[in-house]
Nanobody, 125 residues
Framework: QVQLVESGGGLVQPGGSLRLSCVGS????????VGWVRQVPGKEREGVSC?????????FYLSAVKGRFAISRDNAKNAVYLQMNSLKPEDTAVYYC?????????????????WGQGTQVTVSS
């Protein structure tokens, strides 16, 4: 059974940090591009970051998070991570991990094949 499981969300003060983890089971995650997508109730899904398959040499970031967030992968652990620093209240959302074919570009949310259940990130004082 193919599964993606996110963890690491929570409540953090503005300026704080969180590290999200996405662990795959039932398939080899390093064969896939993996992205993080966030959603606020009532708003469209928003791609936050993506990392290419294999060695993850290509990474992509939403302009609003560039310089604050860093995506990485550990293929030995079948995992992808999102390190989030200098968090802002506007980063508050449910964060989803998603995996799909590596097309050589940052895929839209509709192009991912597998999704996790999401983890809540709340940035508030």
């Amino acid at each position: 059974q193919v599964q993606l499981v996110e963890s690491g969300g929570g409540l953090v003060q503005p300026g704080g940090s969180l590290r999200l983890s996405c662990v795959g089971s039932g398939f080899t995650l390093d064969n896939y591009a993996v992205g993080w997508v966030r959603q606020v109730p009532g708003k469209e899904r928003e791609g936050v970051s993506c990392i290419s398959s294999g060695d993850g040499r290509d990474t992509f970031y939403l302009s609003a998070v560039k310089g604050r967030f860093a995506i990485s992968r550990d293929n030995a652990k079948n995992a992808v991570y999102l390190q989030m620093n200098s968090l802002k209240p506007e980063d508050t959302a449910v964060y989803y991990c998603a995996a799909g074919a590596d097309y050589g570009y940052w895929p839209s949310a509709d192009e991912y094949d597998y999704w996790g259940q999401g983890t809540q990130v709340t940035v508030s004082s």
